[in-house]
């Protein structure tokens, strides 16, 4: 073999091995004994917006705007000869020149060479910005699921235990805390479908079918953010409640009037403020005992930072609700 086929042959790999590292999808840089760039594949070159002959022979630390000089990669790799070691998975964050924010996974190993006696190193590099970018998601989504289910699971429990069992049926117990749990659901996937809520459509939703037909309603086009919508869903549930058991949804006459205003407070502070108004319906006096639902009512109110007053005229149950905005 004269000279020039040797140096024929020598081209020819070199130029195969060239290409088999321009196929590689992944960014790719060879680094020789003093960690100065010695080869990039065109993956490198796309992925980080230079130029190839820009970054032939300078410093793998002083690349862009130094973005691996970090003090334990450094560490890594200029260990990778002397102790035969490899990086494999070293994560880096950074905001690059020209690409911005990404996540990379860097994997560092000696090159291998027939004689065993190489002094390069091969650094790989995975963008992971993607993945990590769906798993933070992911984990987002779990994490608000399970705090959605716990809340669920608290306010079933609180109305399984402040429904009164007392002079009531085992049937009426299973309707009155199913009507409550429905509206609690309603208002749950109300809240976890919109950001904001037309106030008249959570009221109406709210009271229920029975009542809707005899339900006049006049106000402002209000909206309602998403964390009150269970709030307010089971405030007018249970006034609703009510007004078909003892007040006007109870007669065929009856009944429901809710009209409501925006009105400005101390600090500017905006308060929805809601006038419920039954007639026609059965005469009305004051209960005996306070029960779940005027707890429930006014309790809720002053949890928003409001308030609520119950009035049992004897033509029918007036309700004021003040609640912030």
Partial sequence: MILEDLYRLLKSGHVQAQGIV????????????NLCVTNTNNAFVRTFE????????????????????????????????????????????HDFPAIGQRTFLVDARRLIHPDNNSSNILILFNDVTES?????????????????????????RSIAMQTQTEDRTAAEYRD???????????????????????????????????GLDRLHCD???????????????MIFHELGTNAVKYGALSVPD??????????????????????????NGLPVTPPKRRGYGTDLIEGTSAHLGGKA?????PNG?????????
């Fill in 254 to 279: 009856g009944q429901i009037h809710v009209t409501w205003a925006l009105e400005t407070g101390p600090r500017g502070r905006a308060y929805l403020i809601c006038e419920w108004q039954e007639k």
């Fill in 22 to 33: 321009d196929t590689m999808t992944q960014p790719i840089v060879v680094l020789d004994h």
């Fill in 317 to 325: 149950l007036a309700a004021t609700i003040k609640i912030p905005l």
């Fill in 176 to 210: 009155i805390f199913l009507g409550r749990f429905e509206v609690t659901l309603r208002a749950q996937e109300m809240a976890t479908t919109d950001q904001t809520i037309d106030f008249e459509v959570l009221l109406r939703q709210s009271v229920g079918e029975p």
């Fill in 132 to 156: 990590r970018r769906q798993d933070a998601e992911r984990d987002f989504v779990v994490a608000e699921t399970r705090h959605r289910l716990k809340n669920l699971l608290a306010v079933t």
């Fill in 309 to 313: 007053e119950l009035k049992y005229d």
């Fill in 50 to 93: 230079v130029e190839r002959d820009d970054i032939l022979g300078q410093s793998f630390f002083a690349l862009g705007n130094g973005q691996w000089e970090i003090a334990e990669l450094h560490q890594l790799i200029a260990s990778v000869i002397p102790k035969a070691a490899a990086v494999i998975g070293f994560e880096v964050t």
């Fill in 219 to 233: 106000g402002p086009a209000v909206t309602l953010a998403s964390s009150k919508v269970l709030a307010f869903g």
